[in-house]
């Protein structure tokens, strides 16, 4: 079945980066975009940003520029981001999701990431 | 960007009654506007696609309207199972946004 499967929870001290990888199967990776979407504690949830994994085309949420690369390996069906310079406010569960259009039809299982000291 | 403002913010309903939420945008929107259920310790599931577009292996009770900046999801004879919180999200401009959601408790 289509699915995304994300990294597991990681942990992390302010001023470090995280990479959460979501390897996508069940259908072909290049077809449909990839976008990341997270949760911070007590907040609702928010668009950080999206790729073409067949041409590797991205586009990041203001809110994230300079902070925030998104990657992929066609190879293994896998995308990846990555949040440097995190903070406290970062702590959050991190999704990467399929869009065939604007819809959201999968949803990985989240990853959470932790920034604390 | 789009601010998508839902109410009531949280619904306590009896089995069998109908539930109606709203998602206001603060800009128009067309019909780019997409509802998600999401229940404790699971990621969000797509319930209307584009306003009113149903989805396979959605139960018929779920339902769509509305176009431009006023939508609506109503959920018809509500089931246990239905208990969950219910997002809006618009793709019409970048960057996307979420309404905060709705909590649905079931009395």
């Known amino acids: 079945q289509v699915q995304l499967v994300q990294s597991g929870a990681e942990v992390k001290k302010p001023g470090a980066s995280v990479k959460v990888s979501c390897k996508a199967s069940?259908?072909?990776?290049?077809?449909?975009?990839i976008n990341w979407i997270r949760r911070a504690t007590g907040q609702g949830l928010e668009w950080m940003g999206w790729?073409?994994?067949?041409?590797?085309?991205?586009g990041y949420a203001q809110k994230f520029q300079g902070r925030v690369t998104l990657t992929r390996s066609t190879s293994i069906s896998t995308a990846y981001m990555e949040l440097s310079s995190l903070r406290s406010e970062d702590t959050a569960i991190y999704y990467c999701?399929?869009?065939?259009?604007?819809?959201?039809?999968?949803w990985g299982q989240g990853t959470t990431v932790t920034v604390s000291s | 960007e789009i601010v998508l403002t839902q109410s009531p913010d949280f619904q306590s309903v009896t089995p069998k009654e109908k539930v109606t939420i709203t998602c206001r945008a603060s800009?128009?929107?067309?019909?780019?506007l997409h509802w998600y259920q999401q229940k404790p310790g699971q990621s969000p599931k797509l319930l209307i696609k584009?306003?009113?577009q149903s989805i396979s292996g959605v139960s018929s009770r779920f339902s769509g309207s509305g176009s431009g900046t006023d939508f609506t999801l109503t959920i018809n004879s509500l089931e246990a199972e239905d208990a969950a919180t219910y997002y809006c999200?618009?793709?019409?401009?970048?960057?996307?946004?979420f309404g905060q959601g709705t909590k649905v408790e079931i009395k």
């Open positions: 999701v399929r869009t065939p259009s604007g819809e959201v039809d999968v």
């Open positions: 069940g259908y072909t990776f290049i077809s449909y975009h």
């Open positions: 790729m073409d994994p067949n041409s590797g085309n991205r």
């Open positions: 800009q128009n929107t067309g019909s780019s």
């Open positions: 584009y306003a009113s």
């Open positions: 999200h618009q793709s019409s401009t970048l960057p996307w946004t």
